[in-house]
């Protein structure tokens, strides 16, 4: 059974992504959240939940009254999800399930949360079904994915530069998060879930991180490439990362790396 998210990072992957991605990504986390609607009291789950960020956040939004859980399928994601939820005193129901195979009772969520883990989906009609299945009636659906891949200019510039210095399809692994960008695939998978009232909306935000050069080293040791980039020397790395910075020499504010992303989010209702 193929693994749920894409991101299946082992030893200190985690931690690098908490530490980068959850930071350059804080803007689209809380949007998210925003655009869910959550109210206290509700019971939200968190799907493909990583490190955990969403379903925090989600218990802040619903209040003690409310019930957050977080499903995902690796160890060293969920163990740092379980560890920065006990460091914020959240009480957060954590299980290692598939998404085909959400280890929940039927309509038992009000809310059911998804960022940037459907494109992984080993089985997507099935994993939606199951969404469908834990959500209770009149319940929605949130969730979010990337567009195409051309619209990102941080991602551009990085995979180029993987292509460049690791060799030909080094970058697929990274590259297949882009895969779900058609709109019309996206919300046939939802409606032949059994969702109405199936919402997509174009979402931009900014990934935001105060130094390029401290950010992609971060970011690839939290990504599938770590090992592969682990091949290469000093001066390899060094090469590498001045080609990103050099694409993306107009995306540097006073801040820092300041690029724009572009997702669909998509709410449904069951």
Known sequence: MQAQSGWQLAGTGPESYEQHNVIALNEAYTDLI????????????DVACGTGVLARLAAAAVGPMGQVAGADLNDGMLAMARRKADEAGLTIDWRACDAAELSFPDAAFDAVLCQWGLEFFADRPRGLRQVARVLAPGGRVVLR???????????????????????????????????LSDPNELRSLVSDAGFSSVHLRITTNMLRFPSLERYVPGYLAAAPVAARLSTLDEHGRAALLGDVAEALRSFIDDGGLAAPIENHVVVAHR
């Open 34 to 45: 925003a655009l869910a609607g959550l109210r206290p009291g509700e019971r939200v789950l």
């Open 145 to 179: 994915v990337w567009r195409a891949l051309e619209r990102q200019p941080f991602y551009v510039a990085l995979l180029d530069a993987l292509e460049r210095h690791l060799g030909a399809g080094s970058s697929a692994p990274i590259r297949a998060a882009f895969a």
